[in-house]
């Protein structure tokens, strides 16, 4: 199964696909993130984000995907900008027919590192070991999205346990 990741913002979204082998060895297809510069209007900057994220959707066929959920900021502008970025890669993900989950850091946190309140670099340091990778996925912002999609991987393990038992 393909997973696709996205860790959202308007300045830079973070984007990483992950395939399940069957024998549950996570493989990583892709990573990296998607820019956009201030000297375009908002409207257009979501427009590329959108665009970026179907391309990469259509590239790699995902069967899942995950997106991070927008926590509460103090800069009530900063949260409205990545909460719009990331209603625009929610979008293509529906238009995709894709199933969707969605994390908190806080659950992204624990499923990756096992504790909610691991730092930045534990956190990717546990992606590195949990993908077999050499280095720290760079930039930051595609470690996260990488984090995001081995927690929807995790979860929907446990979702399917549970159903399975009930």
Known sequence: MITIG?????????????????????????????????EFSQAERLAKLYHKIKDLILLHQ?????????????????????GQ????ALLAMAESHLEVGEYTPLEVKQAVAGYGGADKNQVQQMVRTILGLKSIPQ????????????????????????AENS
């Open 62 to 82: 995902p069967e899942t995907a995950a997106v991070e959920r927008l926590f509460f900021e103090r800069n009530v502008r900063t949260a409205l900008q990545v």
């Open 85 to 88: 970025a990331r209603g625009v």
């Open 139 to 162: 930039p930051d912002d595609a470690a996260d999205a990488l984090a995001v999609a081995i927690c929807h991987i995790h979860s929907s393990k446990m979702r399917n346990l549970l």
């Open 6 to 38: 996205i860790d959202p913002g308007t300045a830079i979204t973070g984007y990483g696909i992950i395939k399940e082998e069957q024998d549950g060895c996570l493989v990583v297809l892709d990573y990296g993130v998607i820019r956009t510069t201030a």
